[in-house]
């Protein structure tokens, strides 16, 4: 069971702010960008449409380039792919842990993209506005699909989800045309609005009895338009998917009782759990209000959840004026 020591919670959404900073140059007349030996950040300007290929000189210790496509030098995740380039398939290399923020966004032209099995996590709007995405096959590696990662991939109607993915984030999947969707049993938390309920949406399988949802779940009826009437939520009885269907307004159909499964997010007594995004981890109440600047005692450890959420890992921070340090799990090991 986890029990929360809570310094301060603050009212904050599960959306992250996503900085980039500018590098110097610009895209050449061939449509390339080169990343200098000494940059350390990438550049906005990776997702003009002008863009063909993306360069690295010699020397950079955080990049590579490989067919003209970014990556971190030690090719574990895939920072951008050029928005301009006309081909319409692209194979993500082997050993490819995560797709990065916005790594594919606006690629129009791509129709399809095949993903390894070493892939982990989708990250914060990977494929966001690639209007002309049909098909996409998850390995079973994939452990996190981030916030608005699909958003308006206005043609990718069927989704197959993994059996070992255990987050999907706010808006994930908003304005696909999806009609039906299965969520594993493996999936621990669903953000807000990450379905088009009630728009094209026919039905839901919620495998999870203890899944968690976002607090907001936008109708096509509450935008102006007609929802859609035929719309089902299939999940156990007395799980979260019945109570989802019954705040929603949505027909429930169960599937019986619910199996002997283990919760993979159990709750404390004040009803919060944990939630993995985009590879970082947060703590949210029973309201799914996320926990902030804020120490979390679970299990016998204790945790530091950071002014934006998330729990820090690996590393040292600056607590009430004193140096504490973390491990990889992000228990705090001393001052």
Same mark, same amino acid.
């Given at each position: 069971?986890?029990k929360?020591?809570?310094?301060l919670?603050?009212v904050?959404?599960?959306?992250?702010?996503?900085?980039?900073?500018?590098?110097?140059?610009?895209?050449?007349?061939?449509g390339s960008y080169?990343?200098?030996?000494?940059?350390t950040t990438?550049?906005?300007m990776l997702?003009?449409?002008?863009?063909?290929?993306?360069?690295v000189?010699?020397?950079?210790s955080e990049?590579?380039s490989?067919d003209g496509?970014?990556?971190?030098?030690d090719?574990?995740?895939l920072y951008a792919y050029p928005?301009?380039r006309e081909?319409?398939?692209?194979s993500v290399?082997?050993?490819?842990?995560?797709?990065?923020?916005?790594?594919?966004k606006?690629c129009?032209?791509?129709k399809?993209? /095949?993903l390894?099995?070493?892939l982990?996590?989708?990250g914060k709007q990977a494929f966001?506005?690639?209007?002309?995405?049909?098909s996409?096959t998850?390995?079973?590696?994939?452990?996190s699909?981030?916030e608005?990662?699909f958003?308006?991939?206005?043609i990718?109607?069927h989704?197959?989800?993994p059996?070992?993915?255990?987050?999907?984030?706010?808006?994930a999947?908003k304005?696909?045309?999806i009609?039906d969707v299965t969520?594993?049993?493996?999936?621990?938390?669903?953000?807000?609005?990450?379905f088009?309920?009630?728009?094209?949406?026919?039905?839901?399988?919620?495998?999870?009895p203890?899944?968690?949802?976002g607090?907001?779940?936008e109708?096509?009826?509450e935008?102006?338009?007609t929802?859609n009437s035929?719309?089902?939520i299939y999940?156990?009885a007395?799980?979260?998917a019945e109570a989802?269907?019954?705040?929603?307004g949505?027909?429930?159909?169960?599937?019986?009782e619910?199996?002997?499964?283990?919760?993979?997010?159990p709750?404390?007594?004040?009803?919060?759990?944990?939630a993995?995004?985009n590879g970082d981890w947060?703590?949210l109440d029973?309201n799914?209000?996320?926990?902030?600047?804020?120490?979390? /005692?679970?299990?016998?450890k204790?945790?530091?959840l950071?002014e934006?959420?998330?729990?820090?890992?690996?590393?040292?921070a600056?607590?009430d004026? /004193?140096?504490c340090?973390?491990?990889?799990?992000?228990a705090?090991?001393?001052?």
């Open positions: 069971m986890k929360a020591v809570v310094c919670l603050l904050v959404s599960l959306s992250l702010t996503l900085c980039i900073p500018a590098l110097a140059g610009s895209v050449g007349p061939d080169t990343v200098s030996a000494t940059a990438i550049t906005d997702h003009l449409s002008s863009l063909k290929n993306i360069y000189e010699d020397g950079n990049f590579v490989v496509v970014l990556f971190s030098a090719m574990s995740i928005t301009g081909d319409t398939s692209y290399p082997d050993g490819v842990k995560k797709i990065g923020t916005a790594a594919f606006q129009k032209k791509l399809s993209v /095949e390894p099995e070493s982990e996590i989708i966001f506005g690639c209007e002309n995405l049909e996409i998850y390995p079973d590696s994939l452990r699909i981030g608005s990662a958003q308006l991939c206005s990718l109607a989704i197959e989800l059996e070992k993915l255990t987050a999907i984030g706010d808006a999947y304005y696909c045309p009609e969520i594993p049993v493996s999936v621990v938390f669903v953000g807000e609005e990450s088009n309920y009630g728009l094209w949406m026919n039905s839901i399988t919620i495998l999870n203890h899944c968690h949802f607090a907001r779940f109708r096509f009826d935008m102006g338009g929802g035929t719309e089902i999940g156990y007395g799980s979260t989802l269907a019954t705040e929603f949505a027909t429930f159909e169960s599937l019986g619910a199996p002997e499964i283990p919760d993979p997010a709750l404390d007594p004040t009803g919060g759990h944990w993995l995004m947060y703590y029973a799914g209000t996320m926990l902030t600047h804020s120490w979390l /005692e679970d299990g016998g204790t945790y530091w950071k934006d959420g998330i729990m820090i890992a690996d590393g040292a600056i607590i004026g /004193e140096y340090w973390f491990d990889a799990s992000g705090w090991i001393g001052n």
